[in-house]
């Protein structure tokens, strides 16, 4: 009895620290935010003023225009793309499916600004298709749009993919069997079976593209959007009043997108259940040559984009000298960090995947098995979903505004490592913690109990069997966080020191100096860890299962 109460207060005890935790970095910056819009730069609260100098401003009410537009435009081609390309590899007999899977989610592996610098040796004054007589406008809507559709691309496809997997095969067997062509089984089960997936599928790549930071600032020209509108708010006129109101302003489609999933995830009714059969492919060789193509050309146009940017790094100076040269992988000046912001970007990432994915899978865990504290307990779940409807521009500027106002005990962070570390920590633990939250979902709720009436430590319980039989949710966790902390520009470009930039930042400023190449060296050393993360987990994991399997 001595045991069970002292676990209790233990897991009372870790449930107050998470909550107090995710108090502290996700809801007082986010008020700081609300805050900062209702004042003057000197602390003057002055109501609406900032507001209504917003809208009064044709320039800003234009950069929110074009970043409905664009986004919507995105959004739509992404999600259209996405879905064809995930209905070829679960739905027909397409070769090489799983080298198609992985090269789907490569442009994840690049920072945006890659695809923009690319984009300036494909299509720029000089570029390789302008030079055999194509010339396109890069700078402005097309540049950013090919960027965007790039980078949201592979989100739309990892939900669509996950979408058309699950199926009842006996569906589509009884409406063959009642002479029903393919194109009318396809509007009259698929699609009607997929529209929740669509639906978030767009609506993630909508707020992901309305969010970006990259794109918009390397090829976005004089188009003006929301995202580059804070940095010049922020950075150029050092106006935070206005830059708080841009900041709330880009929240708005992520909590739309956020109150349509919960929407969605009570609405959508199980399709696939214990009598369901798995869907069977049936060949037709002309869909499957015709998917097959499909799947072809998005993959060319992948490798060329980035293959451009690979190209871009080890050439001397396109187009007047194309001999091979590493020149470009040793600049490292202090005004934009150079290499040096590599190994600050792989410390950073590190340091946020093994705090931000071990404290997500603890959170998890308090929540999804410890008995008693209910009000804790459900506190704690929806702090830990807020973060999904947070641009990583507003978690950027609201950390400013809160870790640097007086009497903060925090404020010793600011200008530091760490909180960059925390920007990246909220910026990507709701996905995370989903999955751990799923991973968790799948245990026996018994084995607490039984460890519980055992008299085994709580701890012991954790560490014996919940943490074995759940690694490779925290191993995932921790790979999704690394990648996209590399990656982001937009959660830490008001954040890092002066003397300790970050490889994404750096790739902005060299971009903004005139060193393209050099940039896109840099962006090519952020795809080569990532890449080599991704693999490395994909084969200790591998192995880790055969071994289990063995025992």
């Not at 917003?54 to 320039?59: A, G, N, V």
């Not at 997108?257 to 399709?271: G, L, Q, V, Y």
Request: positive net charge; glycine residues 6%.
């Amino acid at each position: 009895m001595v045991r069970i109460k002292s676990a209790g207060r233990l897991q009372q005890g870790l449930l107050v620290f998470s909550l107090a935790f995710l108090f502290i970095v996700v809801v007082c910056p986010m008020l700081a935010l609300f805050s900062k819009a209702f004042h003057a730069n000197d602390g003057t609260f002055i109501g609406l003023a900032n507001f209504v100098e917003y809208f009064s401003s044709p320039h800003l009410v234009r950069s929110l225009k074009n970043s409905l537009v664009i986004s919507t435009a995105v959004a739509s081609v992404s999600t259209v793309l996405a879905f064809v390309y995930a209905y070829a590899l679960t739905r027909a007999l397409v070769p090489a499916k799983k080298l198609l899977r992985f090269t789907a989610v490569l442009p994840l592996f690049a920072p945006t600004m890659m695809y923009g610098i690319a984009l300036v040796y494909l299509i720029g004054n000089k570029g390789i298709i302008t030079m055999l007589g194509l010339k396109l406008p890069l700078y402005g809507p097309l540049g950013i749009f090919i960027c965007e559709v790039f980078y949201t691309f592979p989100q739309a496809f990892l939900i669509l993919s996950v979408t058309l997997a699950y199926c009842d095969n006996r569906l589509y067997e009884a409406a063959r069997v009642m002479g029903t062509g393919a194109w009318r089984i396809f509007r009259t089960v698929t699609l009607p079976g997929a529209k929740f997936g669509v639906v978030s599928a767009f609506l993630v790549a909508f707020t992901l593209c309305f969010t970006d930071f990259g794109a918009p600032k390397v090829v976005g020209g004089n188009y003006g959007v929301l995202a580059t509108d804070i940095y010049k708010q922020v950075v150029g006129q050092q106006n935070f009043g206005m830059g708080a109101v841009v900041g709330l302003l880009l929240m708005l489609p992520a909590l739309a997108m956020f109150a349509a999933d919960r929407f969605i995830s009570s609405a959508n009714e199980a399709t696939v259940s214990s009598r369901s059969v798995a869907y069977r492919i049936i060949e037709n060789k002309l869909r499957d040559r015709l998917l097959t193509l499909f799947c072809v050309v998005i993959n060319l146009f992948v490798f060329m984009l980035l293959g451009a940017g690979f190209f871009a790094a080890f050439i001397k100076a396109w187009p007047y000298n194309l001999s091979f040269t590493l020149e470009h992988f040793l600049v490292d000046s202090p005004a934009t960090g150079g290499l040096s912001s590599f190994g600050n970007s792989v410390i950073v990432a590190l340091v946020s995947a093994v705090l931000g994915g071990g404290f997500v899978f603890v959170n998890a865990w308090l929540i999804e098995k410890t008995r008693g504290h209910t009000l804790l307990r459900r506190a704690d779940y929806l702090l830990s979903i807020i973060p999904l409807a947070l641009p990583g521009l507003s978690i950027g500027i609201a950390f400013i505004f809160f870790f640097t106002a007086d009497g903060n005990p925090f404020s010793f962070v600011y200008g530091t490592m760490w909180i960059m570390v925390l920007a990246n920590m909220v910026h990507f633990y709701s996905v995370p913690f989903v999955t751990a939250t799923s991973a968790l979902k799948k245990l026996d709720r018994e084995i607490e109990a039984v460890s519980e009436s055992m008299s085994v430590p709580l701890w012991r319980t954790f560490y014996k069997v919940t943490l074995p039989m759940c690694s490779d949710a925290l191993f995932e966790t921790m790979v999704y966080i690394f990648v996209n902390s590399m990656v982001t520009v937009s959660a830490v470009v008001f954040l890092y020191p002066a003397d300790f930039k970050l490889a994404s930042v750096a790739i902005v400023n060299m971009e903004d100096a005139g060193d393209i190449a050099p940039a896109s060296a840099l962006s090519v050393l952020v795809v080569l860890v990532n890449v080599a993360a991704r693999l490395g987990y994909e084969f200790f994991s591998a192995r880790y299962r055969k071994k289990r399997a063995a025992l």
